[in-house]
C-alpha cells in the first residue's frame, strides 16, 4: 500500500525521489477514501510543507487527470488543503471540462438516437459510458477525446450512411482498422467518434459475438444502448493499456487507464467473474499482464486484490520497474517516445491490418509496406502528427 508517512517527512528523509513523490501525491488524491478517518489524515499530509504542487498539477495535466483530481478534492473535502494559486486554474480546468463534458454527453445521445431510429442499439465503449453511468456531480471528472460505439457487425455500413448523413464525415488522414472505421467528425461537435464492428484488437480474446450476448442495457431515458459486461470491461480496459498500448512490455503505468480500471472493480466488484476473467487471459498467454494490472491497481489506488489473483513475483517486479522509470522524467519520455514512434508497427497491428500470418518474417515484410505508406501518407511529418493528436485534446 502507498505509504501514510507525511509527504514532507518522506522527501526530507530522501526516501522519495521529488517526480515519483509528485505522481504519489496524485494517486494518493485520486484514491478512494476507505475509511471514515483518512480524509483528516490526508487533509494534513496535504498541507505539509514540500508539496511541489506544480508539479503535481503538470502531472495531472500530461496524464489528463486534472479534472478528476479537482473533483477528488472536492468531495473528499480536501481542498482547503491546496494553495490557492493551485487551485482556483485547477477550479478553471475542471469547469471547463464539465461544459465540454456536458456537450459531448448531448452528442454521445444525439448519435444514440440516430443509430435507435435506424433500429441499432449500440454499445457505447470506454470513457463515453461516464456520461451514462456516473452521478451528475462527477460528469466533469472525466477528461474525454473521442467516443467509441460498437454496432453489430451486420449493420455496420448502415451505422456509417446514418451518421453521415447527420453531418458526420471521416477524417482522410485517420487510420480505418479492421475492427473500426476512419474517425469521423461533425462540424460543430466536439469529439470525433469511432464506429466499431468489433470491440477492438482483442476480437480473439473477447469476441464480439460474446460481447453482444453478455452486453447490459444502460439507463439513458428514452435512448436505448448498451455497455460491455463489467467482466469484459476488466478485459477490454487491461488489454487495452497493457497489451494494446503496451503499458505491460515498456514500464508505462498510464494511470488514467489505470483509475478507470479502478473505478470499474469498485462499483462492479461483486458481480465480475473473476475466474472468468483469469482464465480467459491466461488461456491467451496474457495472466502476468492481468496480475500484474491488479497488483498496479491494489498498490496505487487501494483496489481488492481478488483471492484469484494474489500477486505473484514478476508482478511485484514489474511494479517496482514501472515506479523506478518514473523517477527519471528523461528515461519516461523516451519510454513514451518510444512507444508512440513503434505503436504502428507493432506485430499486433501488422497482422490485423493486412490480415497477414504472424510468423516473423512475414510480419516484418509488413512492417517495411506500412513504413512506406506512412511515408507517403505523411511525407516525412509522422512525429508531427503524432505530436498533434496527442495534444488534440487541448
Given at each position: 500500500m502507498l505509504s501514510c508517512r507525511p509527504y514532507a517527512e518522506r522527501i526530507q528523509g530522501r526516501l522519495l525521489n521529488p517526480i515519483l513523490a509528485s505522481h504519489r501525491i496524485l494517486w494518493r488524491c485520486l484514491r478512494p477514501q476507505s475509511s471514515p478517518s483518512e480524509p483528516a489524515a490526508l487533509k494534513r499530509e496535504l498541507a505539509a510543507d514540500g508539496i511541489r504542487w506544480d508539479q503535481v498539477v503538470r502531472i495531472a495535466e500530461q496524464e489528463m487527470l486534472s479534472a478528476a483530481l479537482y473533483g477528488a478534492l472536492i468531495a473528499g473535502g480536501l481542498i482547503d488543503a491546496v494553495p490557492q494559486p493551485?487551485?482556483?486554474?485547477?477550479?478553471?480546468?475542471?469547469?471547463?471540462?464539465?461544459?465540454?463534458n456536458e456537450k459531448i454527453k448531448q452528442q454521445a445521445a444525439d448519435i444514440v438516437a440516430t443509430l435507435n431510429q435506424?433500429?441499432?442499439?449500440?454499445?457505447?465503449?470506454?470513457?463515453?459510458?461516464?456520461?451514462?453511468?456516473?452521478?451528475?456531480?462527477?460528469?466533469?471528472?472525466?477528461?474525454?477525446?473521442?467516443?467509441?460505439?460498437?454496432?453489430?457487425?451486420?449493420?455496420?455500413?448502415?451505422?456509417?450512411?446514418?451518421?453521415?448523413?447527420?453531418?458526420?464525415?471521416?477524417?482522410?488522414?485517420?487510420?480505418?482498422?479492421?475492427y473500426h472505421y476512419r474517425p469521423m467528425s461533425q462540424p460543430g461537435s466536439i469529439a470525433p467518434i469511432d464506429v466499431h464492428k468489433y470491440v477492438g484488437e482483442q476480437k480473439d480474446i473477447l469476441p464480439t459475438a460474446e460481447a453482444w450476448r453478455l452486453a447490459v442495457p444502460v439507463a439513458a431515458g428514452e435512448l436505448r444502448l448498451r455497455a460491455l459486461c463489467p467482466s469484459h470491461r476488466v478485459i477490454h480496459n487491461v488489454f487495452h493499456s497493457q497489451v494494446q498500448d503496451r503499458g505491460h512490455e515498456l514500464g508505462i503505468i498510464y494511470p488514467r487507464q489505470l483509475h478507470a480500471l479502478a473505478e470499474i472493480c469498485l462499483r462492479h466488484g461483486p458481480v465480475i467473474d473473476w475466474e472468468a476473467v483469469r482464465e480467459r487471459m491466461e488461456r491467451h498467454g496474457l495472466g502476468p499482464v492481468l496480475r500484474a494490472r491488479m497488483y498496479q491497481?491494489?498498490?496505487?489506488?487501494?483496489?481488492?486484490?481478488?483471492?484469484?489473483?494474489?500477486?505473484t513475483l514478476g508482478a511485484r517486479v514489474h511494479h517496482r520497474r514501472c515506479l523506478g522509470q518514473l523517477r527519471w522524467g528523461w528515461l519516461?519520455?523516451?519510454m513514451q517516445e518510444w512507444a508512440g514512434a513503434t505503436q504502428p508497427f507493432k506485430r499486433r497491428a501488422i497482422v490485423l491490418m493486412y490480415a497477414c500470418s504472424d510468423d516473423p518474417l512475414t510480419v516484418n515484410a509488413y512492417r517495411a509496406r506500412h513504413a512506406w505508406h506512412l511515408l507517403r501518407k505523411h511525407r516525412g511529418q509522422i512525429r508531427r502528427k503524432m505530436i498533434q493528436k496527442r495534444a488534440s485534446y487541448e
Open positions: 493551485v487551485r482556483d486554474p485547477l477550479k478553471r480546468r475542471f469547469t471547463i471540462n464539465l461544459i465540454r435506424c433500429g441499432i442499439e449500440p454499445i457505447i465503449l470506454k470513457g463515453g459510458l461516464h456520461f451514462f453511468e456516473a452521478p451528475p456531480a462527477e460528469i466533469g471528472n472525466r477528461m474525454m477525446w473521442d467516443l467509441d460505439f460498437l454496432v453489430p457487425e451486420e449493420a455496420f455500413e448502415q451505422a456509417i450512411t446514418a451518421l453521415r448523413a447527420t453531418g458526420y464525415a471521416p477524417d482522410d488522414e485517420g487510420e480505418s482498422w479492421i491497481a491494489h498498490r496505487i489506488f487501494g483496489v481488492p486484490l481478488p483471492r484469484q489473483l494474489a500477486p519516461m519520455r523516451l
